[in-house]
Structure formats: structure tokens, C-alpha cells
Nanobody, 117 residues
Framework: VQLVESGGGLVQPGDSLRLSCAAS????????MSWVRQAPGKERELVAG????????TYADSVKGRFTISRDNAKNTAYLHLNDLKPEDAGVYFC???????????WGQGTQVTVSS
């Protein structure tokens, strides 16, 4: 089982990024996907989640209207579009896959997002 995040980097406030999470080794289309971030010295924070069929999404209040989570089950990939980035959005972004029935739970290694002028 693998979850591989990519797309992080150093950007300026107001910039955009697209994070990708490529999944393998499990039936991606049956898993709910989420993005969780962790800033230095802070606890992990759920940023966004999407159910297996992609019809239902949820967002942290701090990112509503700026971030969009999506998934392509044909490509076994989840995405997080980050718009209008702010310094407080900086951190390591982790991809998480959860299967409600079997309770399988997988994590990626994370991708760093730095927002600085």
C-alpha cells in the first residue's frame, strides 16, 4: 500500500498550488480521502475530506472558499487545490485514506507547503 503526495513547494501569499496523492495497493474507489496538515509545534489539522464517490466534501473553516478537494477514481488519485495561500497555511500536508467498513487507514509521507514573501 502506498500514498504518495506531491506538488508542495515554496510560494508567496496569494499564490496557488495543487497537491496530488497517488494511491496504490488498495481499492482506492472504496476509500474516503482526506488531507491533513501539520504546522511546526501544532497538532495535525483536518483540512478537507471527500467520500469515496466524490459527491460529498468537507472543509475546515479556515480554508473554506480557498481550497478544493477532488478525486479521480480512474487514476487512483486525490487532489487538493490551494488558492489564495496565506502564511498560516504552511505546513506538511498529509494524504489519508480510510475505509469505513474494514477500518483500513493509510497515510502518505507528506509534502511541504511553505508560504512566505
Amino acid at each position: 500500500v502506498q500514498l504518495v503526495e506531491s506538488g508542495g513547494g515554496l510560494v508567496q501569499p496569494g499564490d496557488s498550488l495543487r497537491l496530488s496523492c497517488a494511491a496504490s495497493g488498495f481499492t482506492f474507489s472504496t476509500f474516503a480521502m482526506s488531507w491533513v496538515r501539520q504546522a511546526p509545534g501544532k497538532e495535525r489539522e483536518l483540512v478537507a475530506g471527500i467520500l469515496s464517490h466524490g459527491s460529498t466534501t468537507t472543509y475546515a473553516d479556515s480554508v473554506k472558499g480557498r481550497f478544493t478537494i477532488s478525486r479521480d477514481n480512474a487514476k487512483n488519485t486525490a487532489y487538493l487545490h490551494l488558492n489564495d495561500l496565506k502564511p498560516e497555511d504552511a505546513g506538511v500536508y498529509f494524504c489519508n485514506a480510510v475505509q469505513r467498513v474494514s477500518r483500513e487507514n493509510y497515510w502518505g509521507q507528506g509534502t511541504q507547503v511553505t508560504v512566505s514573501s
